[in-house]
Structures are given as C-alpha cells and as structure tokens.
C-alpha cells in the first residue's frame, strides 16, 4: 500500500509542476518570478499593520479633564465638550 502513495505523490508532483512551466510559459516574455522578500512583502501589505494593546499595570491610571468649549463657524458659535487625558502614577 505504501508503494501505492509514493507513485501516486510522485504522480501528482509531477503534474503540478508541469502545470506550473504552462503558467510561466504563458505569461509572457517579461515575466520574472518573485524573489522571496517581494513575496514576504506582499503578504505583509495584504495582511495589514500590526496592532499593538497596552495594557497598564495597576499603579498607572489615566486621568481626564473635561469641559465646554465655544467654537466659531461660520454657521455661527457652537458649545461643544472637550477632553484631554493622560496617564498618571498612583
């Protein structure tokens, strides 16, 4: 039975990269196969940027200030709430 999947990998191996001198023959004469930082790098731009959470610890809180702000448009003067935080020790 093992005889029987190595010539059946063997077989499919052989046909997969077949296919793939097709691909490359069809493309066209300019086409250059990706170097391996290209491909890195594709892959990193579709995956998007890294996210990052800080989670502080329990000696560090943050502390906010609020209040009412007049801002001048031209539609006239409009109150709206500001605020500023930041982290602060215990």
Wanted: net charge positive; proline share 7%; aromatic share 8%.
């Amino acid at each position: 039975m093992r005889g029987f999947w190595r010539v059946a990998t063997a077989g499919l191996m052989l046909a997969v990269s077949a296919g793939l001198g097709v691909a490359h023959a069809q493309a066209g004469p300019g086409y250059t196969v990706p170097s391996a930082e290209e491909r890195a790098q594709a892959r990193r731009a579709a995956r998007g940027p890294t996210r990052i959470q800080v989670t502080p610890n329990r000696q560090l809180y943050r502390e906010c200030v609020d209040w009412l702000a007049i801002e001048r448009r031209p539609s006239g003067d409009v109150i709206t709430p500001q605020m500023r935080c930041r982290w602060a020790y215990r």
